[in-house]
């Protein structure tokens, strides 16, 4: 008797283990099915949740299309070590051509009350626009590049709290 329970269960357990895994299956043919308008996407962590002043972030992104239309989204992940509610950052976006775009932009992370404004587990993850209705004008590799641009408070002019920033692409 108790051999048939055990072979009961046993069967159970791989019931549930192949569930689990169509289910996992299906969740990941959506993720994929759901971002087919992605073209890119990349993430850089830092260092002890630091991004340091002299450490420029760069996404290089490979354009193929120059009648395509795309957005551009800009994501921080910041935790509660982050000292302020707002991000200020040096850009600049060079053509394949060499030519070069240069811009600051402020990033808004927690409301005047100081409640973060991003959401997540481990961080408080936000999503920018950062560029909107983009149509590139040549073909080629553009280089997107961000620098941080707070006043330095510490020796090295680290600004911590800031676990990761990411750049994505989308077809419109």
Known sequence: MAETINKISKSQEMMKTKLFSFIGFVLL????????????????????????????????VDV???TQVYDI?????????YPYSNLYLFTDIVFPSNEYMSDTIEFIL???????LGRGWSGYANEFQYKSNVRFPQTGRYTFSFEQAMRCTNANCGLGGLQSVSLSMLRK
């Not at 990349?42 to 340091?52: G, I, K, P, Q, R």
């Not at 989204?73 to 070590?81: G, Q």
């Open 110 to 116: 927690a409301t005047p009350d100081g409640e973060w």
């Open 29 to 60: 043919l959506c993720t994929c099915a759901c971002n087919s308008k992605q073209v890119f996407e990349d993430t850089v962590e830092f260092a002890d949740n630091t991004w340091l002043k002299d450490s420029i972030v760069r996404f290089s």
């Open 64 to 66: 193929t299309d120059t």
């Open 73 to 81: 989204a800009f994501s921080i992940v910041n935790n509660d070590e």
